[in-house]
Nanobody
Framework: QVQLVESGGGLVQAGGSLRLSCAAS????????MGWYRQAPGQQRELVAA??????????DSVKGRFTISRDNAKNTVFAVNLQMNSLKHEDTAVYYC?????????????????WGQGTQVTVSS
């Protein structure tokens, strides 16, 4: 089993920045990739960004150039990632979920992902 612990999120004005962090523990040797998904009210859960153990990243078109996902190499006992979100827009408002699993984390198909965090609210005021 894998446990995911998220931190970050909150309320920010449009144009501002936030940083989300997620650390995986437990059977992390089973993991190939981690990422972030988001879900706004009434919307489907969608991929935001993903990164694999080799450092290859994948972004949704809507966040390219504004969001950056990275490995947190300081936490060498866990598989941890950060999501730096800059130039935030009102439409970025959603609950953000950390996701972990195999290569399908980057595929944008939530049912294929075995591990999820509890979610953290990001609210961008316009």
């Amino acid at each position: 089993q894998v446990q995911l612990v998220e931190s970050g999120g909150g309320l920010v004005q449009a144009g501002g920045s936030l940083r989300l962090s997620c650390a995986a523990s437990g059977s992390i040797f089973t993991l190939n990739a981690m990422g972030w998904y988001r879900q706004a009210p009434g919307q489907q859960r969608e991929l935001v960004a993903a990164i694999n153990r080799g450092g290859i990243t994948h972004y949704a078109d809507s966040v390219k150039g504004r969001f950056t996902i990275s490995r947190d190499n300081a936490k060498n006992t866990v598989f941890a990632v950060n999501l730096q979100m800059n130039s935030l827009k009102h439409e970025d408002t959603a609950v953000y979920y950390c996701a972990a699993g195999g290569a399908t984390v980057a595929a944008g198909w939530p049912p294929s992902i075995p591990y999820w965090g509890q979610g953290t609210q990001v609210t961008v005021s316009s």
